[in-house]
């Protein structure tokens, strides 16, 4: 008799896919691994075999949905153009694949960082990496002489603030309020300052 096939590669981003869709639905507080096993199509207990619960499987699917953010800026940190073009890229593309339930959808997983250690973790872990490569873009742009000389470390913590801060923000924004221009100004301000004379 030959050994199962092991079909956790196949199922995992099922249920992950079906988690994202309830989590939209209903919210992160809302959301019960009951909702997300009827979307999966897999029985609860089948469920709990590859999560062990909700937080489990929030902070995977959080993963997911951050990895392709580091994966944009390690390619742009290579790519042609001025750092500010390359920033500028980063964010808005970021923006434009996110809808605005997407939007919420973060801004809850931010906000259990604060009660939650695990995602803490994650999420500070990936905001290190975050921010080092935004602050490896910007010393390229200061040694290529695009921007005066400053400190890249803290410049880096400022466009990541503007950015985590809008995205947190837009819950409570009007509906009518336009996130990409107000990102873009925001931008235009912080290159202003960092622009080389």
Known sequence: MSPRPDVSAERKPQILTAALQVFLAKGLDSARMEDIAV??????GNLYRYFSGKLDLTIALMD???APSLQKLEELLN???TSRHRLETAFLDDLA???QQETFLYAEMYHLAHKEPA??????SYNARYQKQIEMILAQGIERGELRSTDPTAAAFAFQAIYDGLMQN???MQAN???TYTLRQNFEILFNG???P
């Open 39 to 44: 979307q999966a199509e897999l029985s609860v």
């Open 64 to 66: 997911l949905l951050l």
């Open 79 to 81: 790519a042609p153009g």
């Open 97 to 99: 694949a996110q809808g």
């Open 119 to 124: 995602v803490r973790q994650m999420l500070q």
């Open 170 to 172: 837009l819950p409570l």
């Open 177 to 179: 309020f336009d996130l």
């Open 194 to 196: 960092l622009s080389a």
